[in-house]
């Protein structure tokens, strides 16, 4: 009921803000992510209810997902590259699942709200700036699960530009 609701209702911001600024929405909607993905992150370590460093994240995505924003679960780290593979099946990551349940059919990956808050906890966990997360698969898009990378903001970008369809 929680992920209907939030589903729900994240669909139509998401729907005005492209409607409005385009694909900027997803920019958008990735920094919004970010900054509440690290503010969570701060103040559940203050109240030491996530481990210190890193090791957090397991806490913080474990966290997320019985909040109802979907499955999630981390299933392949290297934490010295860093490289963090961060999977959801089933229930579905929210956003996707509020494409699905809005019939529509994405072209490409949507769940930018989340990779934004899988960002921003690694942000906030490791104190470093230069961290991004991709989505590298979503359900939205037809896949059978949404997956996500966490990794360093150069290496992402070149991966991000590897992904793109070429012209
Ligand atoms: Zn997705």
């Known amino acids: 009921m929680c992920l209907f609701e939030i589903g729900g209702a994240f669909y139509s911001i998401r729907d ?3 409607k409005s600024i385009g694909p900027a929405a997803s920019t958008l909607l990735y920094l919004a992510g970010i900054q509440g993905g690290k503010r969570f992150a701060n103040s559940a370590g203050r109240i030491g209810m996530i481990k210190v460093g890193t090791e957090g994240l397991t806490d913080c995505i474990e966290i997320f997902s019985q909040a109802g924003f979907g499955n999630f679960f981390i ?4 934490w010295r590259e860093p490289r963090v593979i961060i999977e959801c099946d089933t229930p579905t990551a929210f ?3 509020a494409f699905k349940e809005n019939k529509h059919s994405a072209k490409g990956p949507v769940c930018d709200y989340t990779r934004g808050v899988f960002a921003g906890f690694y942000q906030e ?3 470093r700036e230069d961290i991004m997360c991709l989505e590298v698969e979503c ?4 896949s059978r699960h949404c997956m996500f990378e966490i990794g360093q903001h150069d290496r992402m970008m070149t991966k991000a530009m590897g992904a793109r369809p070429k012209k």
């Open 16 to 18: 005005s803000l492209e």
């Open 75 to 78: 299933s392949d780290a290297d």
């Open 95 to 97: 956003e996707a699942f």
């Open 125 to 127: 966990l490791a104190r």
């Open 139 to 142: 359900r939205a898009s037809g």
